[in-house]
């Protein structure tokens, strides 16, 4: 079945600017994670949805980054003001909810450069 | 906190010899232990875990890994290398309490490149 996806594949924007970017989790899962993965290191927590709502979101840096999932499905992650900080890879993962055993499948990611 | 050291930053190894790949962990409950893969411009593909029960999980294209509680640690291993197994390797872990509470985050190790070599 279909996988992970995210879009856009990859976003430049210009310091100060706002980016959306998009993942739609796989059929079934109910549990969707965003991560970002800087050059060199492993991927880092940001925010994890159980269905609608935000059960975590103690990975978020600060106030610019917000993410939503309204309908429990497909997730946008917001960042505001943008930063050259912010230039990493931003991968979305889903799996089922309900017990920590359950592994996450990740996108392909979405490399966002700022300039 | 959790946390998860994978001390080399690059294995290299020939084809058809054994390749070991190192993953130590910090956690205050119960760990639950993840390896996953890396291909260049593509995402993190999960290759086995550990839970719970035999210390020794086999998981896809003949990768295992061997739980060690003393050691803290969740080695990556195969039998015989292929070049195609050339990738970034990522070790990770999830703090679970005794209870079974926990967060459901998972955090990585920074990466092994592993280079096979013909």
């Known amino acids: 079945g279909a996988g992970v996806s995210q879009t856009p594949s990859n976003k430049v924007t210009e310091k100060g600017k706002y980016v959306e970017l998009r993942c739609d989790p796989i059929?079934?899962?109910?549990?969707l994670y965003w991560y970002r993965q800087s050059l060199g290191q492993g991927p880092e927590f940001l925010i994890y949805?159980?269905?609608?709502?935000?059960?975590?979101d103690s990975g978020l840096p600060n106030d610019r980054f917000f993410a939503v999932r309204p309908e429990g499905s497909v997730s946008t992650l917001k960042i505001q003001r943008t930063e050259r900080g912010d230039s990493a890879v931003y991968l979305c993962a889903s799996s089922f909810a309900g017990g920590h055993s359950y592994e996450q499948y990740f996108g392909p990611g979405t490399r966002l450069t700022v300039t | 906190a959790q946390s998860v050291a994978q001390p080399e930053d690059q294995v290299n190894v020939a084809e058809g010899n054994p390749l070991t790949v190192k993953c130590t962990y910090s956690?205050?409950?119960?760990?639950?232990l993840f390896w996953y893969v890396q291909y260049p411009n593509r995402g993190l593909q999960f290759l086995l875990k550990?839970?719970?029960?035999?210390?020794l999980v086999k998981g896809s294209y003949g990768f295992e890994a061997e739980f060690n509680k003393s050691q803290t640690s969740f080695h990556l291993k195969k039998p015989s290398a292929l070049v195609s197994d050339s990738a970034l390797y990522f070790c990770a872990v999830r703090d679970v309490s005794y209870s079974g509470a926990g967060s459901y985050q998972l955090t990585f190790g920074k990466g092994t490149k592993l280079s096979v070599i013909p």
């Open positions: 550990y839970i719970t029960g035999d210390n």
């Open positions: 949805f159980q269905g609608t709502g935000a059960a975590d």
């Open positions: 059929s079934g899962h109910t549990a």
């Open positions: 956690v205050s409950g119960n760990p639950y």
